[in-house]
């Protein structure tokens, strides 16, 4: 079993952890990787979510290596033999126990923001992480919820290893696991994206876990999309009352998985746009550098998907957007040249226009094209794009963002800026196509 990212896998643990419904359980999420995870158990139980702010004590020599963990309220594990085998001093372990101690305090604050901790004196509590290696770090929240006075305890996880279960088997009244493998060299070896989860994700989701309805993050679910002699991989997902379609189209080799399009993918779902993700080539040519830049090819796979959704029963009638990303940017220019009012609105995230602009000037639908103020290149590129076109054209930088926008609240903002642009360009869809069976 191998899992898309962290939200296919909660909402597979959230099919294991059913029963646990009629307990009315709290879930706490184990910052940050667990947090995704945890928000699929607690939108399937329609239970509370939380966090219980937990940081690993590494090796000085190799911090990956966990030779403990600390947690909120003063909690502090050690596996004392781990540290004897590798020498390490007591002032290593104090100076390793300050830093993470002021980390964990720092994420404690962010994401509890002046809110008391809750109260679970007497309730069942999920704890819910992405996986479990060493198991030092979810037994730190194990004992931390000990401590507020929890009254049931249960750990549960996509993956984990047999030392780390029979270890929190004997603090935890219960562990879930889905997988248990023979060895584990590593969680991520089993996601298949498995990218780092920013502070900005952690507090989206307790944000969305308050409201009275909390939407779905990302239910997708896997279309095939004939296009020529090929049939092309893709992720669909349709909020209930979807006012449009967003089409993606990746750049540079990325696929279906990019974690910064599924980000992106998901905001618009939660402003009720259906979104599809999917792989302009396939799995072979996907490992030629040549078809990679081949823009007019991209660019026909792109229209094929969007004739494919213009008749699907799902999507029928809705008005479609495309968002491209580098060189994915240019196939949606190309195609929307091709496809004409059938597309009513672009949008290009750190794109490259310039690589469509013999067509630029035939593109009819608005279109925003958002970048780095810091990735100057691509700047200068996309200013000299803008001047090929002739629809209503914007753009827009991100301020002190470079290429990937992996700078603490871009990629927000360009989720911000897409839905507001989409927001606006999309109509609403024609009352005679509403039927989507």
Known sequence: MMFDDRYDAGRRLAAALRPFAIEKPIVFGVPRGGVPVAAEVALALSAPLDTVTVRKLGAPQNPELAVGAIAEGGIAVIDQVFVRELRITDAELQQTIDREGREMRRRLERFRDERPARDVEGDTVLIVDDGLATGLTDLAAVRALRARGAGRIVVA????????????EEEADEVVCLMTPTELYGVGAWYRDFSPVPDEDVLRELRRAEM????????????EIPAGPVRLVGDLAVPADACGLVLFAHGSGSSRLSTRNRRVARALNELGLATLLFDLLTERESRSRELVFDIPLLADRLESATRWAIDNDQTRGLP????GASTGAAAALRAAADLGESVKAVVSRGGRPDLAIDRLPEVEAPTL???GSRDREVLELNRYAARHLRCPT??????????????PGALE????????WFATHLPARSVANTDRG
């Open 394 to 407: 914007r753009l827009s930088l991100v301020e002190g963002a470079r290429h990937l926008f992996e700078e």
């Open 320 to 323: 479609i957007g495309l968002f």
């Open 413 to 420: 903002e360009v989720a911000r800026l897409a839905g507001d």
């Open 157 to 168: 996880v996509p993956v984990g290893s047999r030392q780390a279960i029979a270890l929190l």
């Open 212 to 223: 009275p309805n909390p939407p779905a993050a990302d239910q997708p679910r896997q279309v």
């Open 369 to 371: 094209l958002i970048v």
